[in-house]
């Protein structure tokens, strides 16, 4: 899935006639192999309806969260995040995702 989410990104540049696309699918197949993986080795006989009802409703609580955070223009906030905090940040997510495959 960590496959997808890196030449997903890359395919939908490619085709779309936008300089510039916007991809979550990093976080997401994160977010759903960790979930899967943390479910599967929990009750490794989980069955699979309990393991997409999992994701749709993660997938529909981000959705929600992300329009409302859009709805209340709380994005303005960045501009008074210093830089070097803001690059900081970034690069510990990206330990943290690099990390966390590895494990």
């Known amino acids: 899935s960590m496959l997808v989410a890196a030449?997903?990104?890359i395919?939908?540049?490619?085709?779309?006639?936008?300089?510039?696309?916007y991809?979550?699918?990093t976080f997401v197949a994160a977010l759903f192999s960790d979930m899967a993986a943390s479910?599967?080795?929990?009750?490794p006989?989980?069955?699979w309806?309990?393991?997409?009802?999992?994701?749709a409703l993660s997938t529909a609580?981000?959705?929600?969260?992300?329009?409302?955070?859009g709805a209340l223009q709380v994005g303005k906030v960045v501009?008074?995040?210093?830089?070097?905090?803001?690059?900081?940040?970034l690069a510990s997510i990206g330990y943290i995702l690099l990390d966390s495959c590895t494990k």
């Open 79 to 89: 501009q008074f995040v210093p830089t070097p905090v803001m690059t900081g940040y």
């Open 61 to 69: 609580l981000m959705g929600v969260s992300e329009w409302l955070l």
């Open 45 to 47: 006989k989980a069955p």
């Open 23 to 25: 991809c979550a699918d």
């Open 11 to 21: 395919v939908l540049l490619a085709l779309s006639k936008l300089p510039v696309i």
């Open 7 to 9: 030449v997903g990104p």
């Open 49 to 55: 309806a309990t393991l997409c009802a999992s994701m």
């Open 39 to 43: 479910i599967l080795t929990k009750n």
